[in-house]
T-cell receptor, first 106, second 117 residues
Framework: TQLLEQSPQFLSIQEGENLTVYCNSS?????LQWYRQEPGEGPVLLVT?????EVKKLKRLTFQFGDARKDSSLHITAAQPGDTGLYLC??????FGGGTRVLVKP | DTGVSQNPRHKITKRGQNVTFRCDPI?????LYWYRQTLGQGPEFLTY????????KSRLLSDRFSAERPKGSFSTLEIQRTEQGDSAMYLC???????????????FGSGTQLSVL
């Protein structure tokens, strides 16, 4: 089983601040996905990264896939309360990371 | 297309009882996954189907858990002789598996929250 470790486990920031969350593994992945989950709902896909070194932007969210395809990061610029949620990475069909819970205070 | 539907949304049961959950995937999706999630944690893989075939089952899953997907459409997850440790959110997801190398997009239902008293 390929394990995915996410850090930090919890992040609380004020509206307007920036944040970065990380997803790391000792294994190489052919691709990696980021999902966001709100309380009481299932996760929703944000992005899939495929190429080592790839950077994808989704409005205020920037996703990066490590050159060696073992790690990824998600950076949020000028966070808003609507960004609050559990951010999950997924590296293959079966495995999700433990998640980073983000709380953006107004 | 109404998305992935799970029923019931909530289930409260007494220890030792059997429970069954249902998942209706997006109609054209050929893969269906079951995950379990406890508060603040990531989803833990339980099992998945491609059409009606159950292709993989977590080694962590005890023999009290069984899942079916007759005719490759809806799926049921049954837990026999429930224990308090089974209390969790049970999530179902479906996807359309393609031939490309990228991990397919999972569409999740809202889950069934199980509480075992």
């Amino acid at each position: 089983t390929q394990l995915l470790e996410q850090s930090p486990q919890f992040l609380s920031i004020q509206e307007g601040e920036n944040l970065t969350v990380y997803c790391n593994s000792s294994s190489v992945f052919s691709s990696l996905q980021w999902y966001r989950q709100e309380p009481g709902e299932g996760p929703v896909l944000l992005v899939t990264v495929v190429t080592g070194g790839e950077v994808k932007k989704l409005k205020r969210l920037t996703f990066q896939f490590g050159d060696a395809r073992k790690d990824s990061s998600l950076h949020i610029t000028a966070a808003q309360p609507g960004d609050t949620g559990l951010y999950l990475c997924r590296g293959n069909k079966l495995t999700f990371g433990g998640g980073t819970r983000v709380l953006v205070k107004p | 297309d109404t998305g992935v539907s799970q029923n019931p949304r909530h289930k409260i049961t007494k220890r030792g009882q059997n429970v069954t959950f249902r998942c209706d995937p997006i109609s054209e999706h050929n893969r269906l996954y079951w995950y379990r999630q406890t508060l603040g944690q990531g989803p833990e893989f339980l099992t998945y189907f491609q059409n009606e075939a159950q292709l993989e089952k977590s080694r962590l899953l005890s023999d009290r858990f069984s899942a079916e997907r007759p005719k490759g459409s809806f799926s049921t997850l049954e837990i026999q002789r429930t224990e308090q440790g089974d209390s969790a959110m049970y999530l179902c997801a479906s996807s359309l598996a393609g031939t490309g190398g990228a991990t397919e997009k999972l569409f999740f239902g809202s889950g069934t929250q199980l509480s075992v008293l």
